[in-house]
């Protein structure tokens, strides 16, 4: 046996004790009996989502079965969530983004775009930041981050900067990480968190929100930290270089060679937008998961894609996860484990809304932090509907705080995708993605927190 197998079965073991302490503890006082075990498996899949001994598309299948195994829900129960329309909405939407990237589209757009930003760094640094936060509009973040690495690493080898010493550099690719991170905050398709978020709430609460309901909702945040978070880049790393022309021109060179635009770009791009539309405009009476297949299977039947394209490109082992998450936090709401959970949190808080959202916050991105933030918010929107029910605060009001609290994780290189793969270039540090992002996670909760307590009252929300 090697030492990575015997660490991976020690943590294994570490997981399942905490599932067999949870079994023979006492039901504390106010909690029923599966009220304590959906506690003991929202820990345990907390902890197994963050260490990782068995990959995390697993631990969302050991989660979707643990409470059928501990009687805390029938099989049809237990595995009725995992069909969830999130689930297919989301299916739908790594199809288009497969045809998206199997056209080249992205890239097409990507350099029109930053060539338009003119000569000098600042403007093209900043270019690189919206182009990455309204890709994610209509793409997933971490696939947006790839997508645009390639056409940034190009730039960045014409220019010849240093890895790790290029300010120039950091900037660039540090307003890929954070803006497809802030990005993915204003539509549904950006971050897994936001259809969850979706579903929970009509599972739960028959709460129904629509696709342009959300970005109603979310895109002031968005909006006001594109920014903030750019000029705090830009301060903190102030640029060395003083020209792109010869960038520049590797950029238009790199459309000559793609050429005019083909038949079957123009239609990917027209299915696209149609599907949009449709999520739009469709949204009760067809729903977005139903949308979105709809514009996958069009593209299959007008042969612009194939299924080979497909299982290459979509992240299944993340689909996986995405059933459990929402598995979790459906049983933890009804086995009531998470009004005990509130009940306990609303001893520090009082019936304060204010320090109520603090706490969510807090919590949100501090998990986020360490672990994927699907399966944080999943493990936070149960919790944080028993604080509305305690508090007063309304339901939709704490779940979409914990919803975009999950995409202000900035700090650490496994907090998301896009620090991961950003940061795997090798040209900049750790300590460079901790120092800017913490400074960008404070500002950017102050600016949530703000938009909770003002716009959203506002607009009725609350």
Known sequence: ???????????????????????????????????????????????????????????????????????????????????????????????????????????????????????????????????????????????????????????????????????FAKVTLLSVAFGCSIGSLGTLVGGARNPITLAFLAETSNIHISFFDWIFYSMPVVLLSIPVIWFVLIKMFPIEITSLKKAHVLLRKEVTDLGPMKPAEI??????????????????????????????????????????????????????????????????????????????????????????LIMLVVMTIFLTSFMSNTAAVAMLLPIGLGMAEVSGLPVIVTSMTIALSGGLAFMLVIATPGNAITYSTGYYSTRDLLKSGSTVTILCAIILLVIALTYWKLIGLW
């Open 1 to 167: 046996m090697n030492d990575p197998w015997k660490k991976k079965v020690l943590l294994s073991i570490i997981g399942i004790s905490i599932l067999v302490i949870t079994y023979f503890i006492p039901t504390p006082s106010g909690l029923t009996w599966q009220g304590k075990m959906m506690l003991g498996v929202l820990v345990f899949a907390g902890y197994m989502w963050l260490v990782k001994p068995i990959p995390i598309a697993a631990t969302g299948l050991l989660v979707l079965i643990l409470p059928v195994i501990f009687g805390i829900v029938t099989r049809p129960e237990g595995f009725s969530y995992f069909g969830n329309n999130a689930v297919f909405f989301l299916l739908g939407a790594f199809i288009i983004t497969a045809a998206i990237e199997k056209h080249n589209i992205h890239k097409r757009i990507s350099i029109f775009v930053l060539t338009q930003m003119g000569d000098r760094p600042v403007f093209f640094t900043l270019g690189v930041f919206i182009l990455s936060a309204f890709s994610s509009f209509i793409m997933p973040e971490h696939a947006v981050a790839a997508l645009m690495l390639p056409v940034v690493l190009s730039v960045l080898a014409v220019v010849k900067a240093i890895p790790k010493q290029s300010n």
């Open 267 to 356: 239609t990917t791009i027209s299915i696209t937008l149609l599907t949009i539309l449709g999520w739009v405009f469709l949204h009760y009476q067809l729903g977005p998961a139903v949308v979105a297949i709809l514009g996958g299977l069009l593209l299959f039947f007008l042969g612009l894609i194939e299924w080979e394209d497909v299982e290459k490109r979509v992240p299944w082992g993340i689909i996986l996860l995405y059933g459990g998450a929402i598995t979790l936090g459906v049983n933890l709401y009804e086995a009531g484990a998470a009004d005990w959970i509130a009940l306990k949190g609303l001893g520090l808080t009082g019936n304060n809304p204010f320090l109520v």
